[in-house]
């Protein structure tokens, strides 16, 4: 049973950092994207990040390009966001996605809460 266990929110000022972790298990990622969302009440869930298992490629939101950097580390099988410059509008629940590459995403992670303060 696929299991993603994110970790690593909390409450941060503007222009700060914080780095979440997604550990992944249950199944061979290999051939797999990873990816991050964030959902805000009253908004739809939005892509923010996601990363191929197998070479590394990485894609990026708009809004975060530049400040945020997803990786990951096979040998763990974790995959991080590395979020920097962090601003008031990052604030949400931010949550780690897996499927195949080209596919929808099948499995999710609970969420964790980050609140960035002005």
């Known amino acids: 049973q696929v299991q993603l266990v994110e970790s690593g929110g909390g409450l941060v000022q503007a222009g700060g950092s914080l780095r979440l972790s997604c550990a992944a298990s249950?199944?061979?990622?290999?051939?797999?994207?990873m990816g991050w969302f964030r959902r805000t009440p009253g908004k739809e869930r939005e892509f923010v990040a996601q990363?191929?298992?197998?070479?590394?490629?990485?894609f990026y939101a708009d809004s975060v390009q530049g400040r945020f950097t997803i990786s990951r580390d096979n040998a763990q099988n974790t995959v991080y966001l590395q979020m920097n410059r962090l601003k008031p509008e990052d604030t949400a629940v931010y949550y780690c996605?897996?499927?195949?590459?080209?596919?929808?995403?099948?499995?999710w992670g609970q969420g964790t809460q980050v609140t960035v303060s002005s």
């Open positions: 996605a897996a499927g195949p590459v080209n596919l929808r995403y099948d499995y």
């Open positions: 249950g199944r061979t990622f290999s051939g797999y994207r």
């Open positions: 990363i191929w298992w197998s070479g590394g490629r990485t």
